[in-house]
């Protein structure tokens, strides 16, 4: 890593470490929205950027992530930091079913990203229907003392929400990072670039798949603890739906998928520009609905079209060239 | 001498077509055997049933005393099998070096290792000076070269070369004739090769195996292949260089 990429992680660190200190709740609830995206979005990118499988159905792990300790914490009064490992063990496990049908049986591409949205979609109908967990009417948690931290419930203030996902964004980094210089990373990029010839050097591709598969499951499942205990409220028709995966990939197609920054870059550009986006229609007073969406998409559609490979690699080599 | 390769009554058909037909040959330790015939002679076929990409429907492959037909490539290629595509595929994304190093890994202890075996064979073919280049921006004669560097870093026991030298200028295929040559008589590496440069055949080849239609109708020595009549008759013709 160059000496300028260290400082600007170095001041990009500091500025977060220090955000609750001097920001208010309201931009503090902003911060905290980017940094879910930017770690959804990093779970995500292991899974498409690395190794090349596309997935539309990441809700699936996020529901049933978030459903698993919730569940345990409103039935049993478990504590979400030892219902975490249920969450996360039960989507491993779905992961790599899921991976082991669709890989076992050649089932790739396009076939491939429609059966991860099936397997979200038949969730979220079965969840509909599941009294257990409060079905579509959805399941509340004791919100608790807002003023009171502890950790060990999650349950406190938003600062303490705030430097808890902060924690996990900067782990799922470090994570992602040693993953692309070990083994794993070079298989999967050989996979993702061209399964054939990768398969060719002794590679066994199935194996290699379900671990991508896995992995990312095991941490959209931890975001989906997060999110249960943030929002304290559990609805299928919210958490599992697709518009759910498509907010998680949107970070890493905007920032720039298989790139370590991309999806915290696209999550942070997103999320400024839903705040301006609100801004600037408050500020013009065209209060009609769906303008926020339209000027969303508008940029989106602008992005997409002149970076399709994203903004950090165009960003990468600006940085580089004012060495 | 007992065969490192040994391919019995071997067919292979894709509906109605014949693709092979019946095919049994050998090929002995540290020898450089060619296989030839016309477009459409089941020789990729061939190819991709001993790499395990396809499953005979009969017969059977032997390789260093193990069954191995019906395994699937990656056991192939644990086996001590490495091949090269006819079409290259390099990992286009990846640098020449990174291409290199994701073969040597399987049979390395770790990245390091992997990282240094990967260049000492970039070194042995002169891809070292584009080490860092992205394996999309190379020419085609250096993506077969990169193929080749691929398969060699797996550390094979028999190579197989898919059309290595399709593609190259004549000077570039002299240096592929020396560099599978060097490697052949250097390390021992037994090399059994597609190929339809005649030229480069007679130079390399110790056995030449020639099919037509899915059938082997000629093998022998490049010089009693190429006055064999019925071999002839198949190349008339054709532009084959012979």
Same mark, same amino acid.
């Given at each position: 890593?160059?000496?300028?990429?260290?400082?600007l992680?170095?001041?990009?660190?500091?500025? =977060?470490?220090?955000?609750?200190?001097?920001?208010?709740?309201?931009?503090?609830?902003?911060?905290?929205?980017f /940094?879910?995206f930017?770690?959804?979005?990093?779970?995500?990118?292991?899974?498409?950027?690395?190794?090349g499988?596309?997935? =539309?159905?990441?809700?699936?792990?996020?529901?049933?992530?978030?459903?698993?300790?919730?569940?345990l914490?409103?039935?049993?009064?478990?504590?979400?930091?030892?219902?975490l490992?249920?969450?996360?063990?039960?989507?491993?496990?779905?992961?790599?079913?899921?991976?082991?049908?669709?890989?076992r049986?050649?089932?790739?591409?396009?076939?491939?990203?429609?059966?991860?949205?099936?397997?979200?979609?038949?969730?979220?109908?079965?969840?509909?229907?599941?009294?257990?967990?409060?079905g579509?009417?959805?399941?509340?948690l004791?919100?608790?003392? @807002?003023?009171?931290?502890?950790?060990?419930?999650? !349950?406190g203030?938003?600062?303490m929400?705030?430097?808890?996902?902060l924690?996990?964004?900067?782990a799922?980094?470090?994570?992602?990072?040693?993953?692309?210089?070990?083994r794993?990373?070079y298989?999967?990029q050989?996979?993702?670039?061209?399964?054939?010839?990768?398969?060719?050097?002794?590679?066994?591709?199935?194996?290699?798949k379900?671990?991508?598969?896995?992995?990312?499951?095991?941490?959209?499942?931890?975001?989906?603890?997060?999110?249960?205990?943030?929002?304290?409220?559990?609805?299928?028709?919210?958490?599992?739906?697709?518009?759910r995966?498509?907010?998680?990939?949107?970070?890493?197609?905007?920032?720039?998928?298989?790139t370590?920054?991309?999806?915290?870059?696209?999550?942070?550009?997103?999320?400024?520009l839903a705040?301006?986006?609100?801004?600037?229609?408050?500020?013009?007073?065209?209060?009609?609905p769906?303008?926020?969406q339209?000027?969303?998409?508008?940029?989106?559609?602008?992005?997409?079209?002149?970076?399709?490979?994203?903004?950090?690699?165009?960003?990468? !080599?600006k940085?580089?060239?004012?060495? | 001498m007992?065969?490192?390769?040994?391919?019995?009554?071997?067919?292979?058909?894709?509906?109605?077509?014949r693709?092979?037909?019946?095919a049994?040959?050998?090929?002995?330790?540290?020898?450089?055997?060619a296989?030839?015939?016309?477009?459409?002679?089941?020789?990729?076929?061939?190819?991709?049933m001993?790499?395990?990409? =396809?499953?005979?429907?009969?017969?059977?492959?032997?390789?260093?005393?193990?069954?191995?037909?019906?395994?699937r490539?990656?056991?192939?290629?644990? @086996?001590?099998i490495?091949?090269?595509?006819?079409?290259?595929?390099?990992f286009?994304?990846?640098?020449?070096?990174?291409?290199?190093?994701?073969?040597?890994l399987?049979?390395?202890?770790?990245?390091?290792?992997a @990282?240094?075996?990967a260049?000492?064979?970039?070194?042995?073919?002169?891809?070292?000076?584009?080490?860092?280049?992205p394996?999309?921006?190379?020419?085609?004669?250096?993506r077969?070269?990169?193929? =080749?560097?691929?398969a060699?870093?797996?550390?094979?026991? /028999?190579?197989?070369?898919?059309?290595?030298?399709?593609?190259?200028?004549?000077?570039?295929r002299?240096?592929?004739?020396?560099?599978?040559r060097?490697?052949?008589? !250097?390390?021992?590496?037994t090399?059994?090769?597609?190929?339809?440069?005649?030229?480069?055949?007679?130079?390399?080849?110790?056995?030449?195996?020639?099919?037509?239609?899915?059938?082997?109708?000629?093998?022998?020595?490049?010089?009693?292949?190429?006055?064999?009549p019925?071999?002839?008759?198949?190349?008339?013709?054709?532009?084959?260089?012979?």
């Amino acid at each position: 890593m160059t000496r300028r990429v260290i400082f600007l992680l170095a001041g990009l660190g500091a500025v =977060l470490l220090g955000l609750p200190s001097f920001a208010n709740n309201y931009v503090l609830s902003v911060a905290t929205l980017f /940094l879910f995206f930017a770690y959804a979005g990093q779970a995500w990118n292991i899974m498409m950027g690395f190794a090349g499988q596309l997935s =539309l159905g990441h809700s699936l792990y996020l529901g049933i992530g978030g459903y698993a300790a919730a569940a345990l914490y409103f039935h049993y009064g478990i504590a979400p930091w030892a219902g975490l490992w249920f969450s996360i063990v039960l989507c491993m496990l779905i992961g790599a079913s899921m991976g082991a049908l669709a890989f076992r049986y050649g089932v790739s591409g396009v076939y491939f990203t429609l059966l991860t949205i099936a397997f979200a979609e038949f969730t979220r109908i079965g969840f509909d229907h599941f009294d257990w967990v409060g079905g579509s009417g959805g399941m509340f948690l004791r919100v608790g003392q @807002r003023d009171h931290v502890d950790l060990f419930n999650l !349950r406190g203030t938003p600062a303490m929400f705030y430097y808890v996902i902060l924690a996990l964004a900067a782990a799922a980094f470090a994570l992602s990072a040693w993953l692309l210089r070990s083994r794993a990373g070079y298989y999967w990029q050989a996979i993702r670039e061209n399964e054939d010839a990768a398969q060719a050097l002794g590679i066994n591709t199935f194996r290699w798949k379900i671990l991508a598969v896995v992995i990312s499951a095991a941490m959209t499942a931890l975001a989906g603890v997060f999110s249960a205990f943030y929002y304290n409220n559990l609805f299928p028709e919210q958490l599992f739906h697709i518009n759910r995966s498509i907010e998680i990939i949107l970070g890493p197609i905007i920032g720039g998928i298989g790139t370590l920054f991309g999806p915290i870059l696209g999550a942070a550009l997103l999320a400024l520009l839903a705040d301006g986006a609100t801004e600037l229609v408050g500020a013009l007073g065209w209060e009609v609905p769906g303008v926020k969406q339209l000027i969303y998409g508008v940029v989106l559609f602008v992005v997409v079209t002149f970076l399709p490979h994203g903004v950090w690699p165009v960003l990468a !080599r600006k940085l580089k060239a004012i060495k | 001498m007992s065969a490192l390769l040994d391919i019995r009554s071997v067919s292979k058909s894709f509906r109605a077509l014949r693709a092979v037909t019946n095919a049994s040959f050998i090929v002995e330790p540290n020898t450089i055997v060619a296989l030839i015939g016309p477009n459409g002679a089941g020789k990729t076929t061939l190819f991709n049933m001993v790499a395990g990409v =396809l499953v005979p429907d009969s017969g059977a492959i032997w390789f260093s005393g193990h069954r191995i037909d019906g395994f699937r490539p990656d056991q192939v290629c644990a @086996r001590g099998i490495a091949r090269t595509f006819q079409n290259a595929k390099p990992f286009a994304g990846l640098s020449v070096l990174d291409n290199v190093i994701v073969g040597a890994l399987e049979r390395s202890s770790g990245m390091h290792a992997a @990282r240094k075996h990967a260049a000492i064979i970039l070194d042995e073919l002169d891809l070292a000076p584009k080490r860092n280049f992205p394996a999309s921006s190379l020419t085609l004669p250096d993506r077969k070269k990169l193929e =080749l560097a691929r398969a060699l870093a797996t550390r094979p026991k /028999l190579l197989l070369l898919d059309e290595v030298m399709a593609g190259m200028r004549p000077i570039e295929r002299e240096q592929m004739v020396a560099l599978l040559r060097e490697i052949n008589r !250097r390390d021992g590496m037994t090399i059994l090769l597609i190929e339809h440069v005649m030229r480069a055949v007679m130079a390399l080849a110790a056995k030449v195996i020639v099919l037509h239609q899915g059938e082997i109708i000629a093998q022998g020595s490049a010089g009693q292949v190429v006055r064999d009549p019925a071999v002839l008759e198949c190349y008339l013709g054709e532009d084959s260089e012979l």
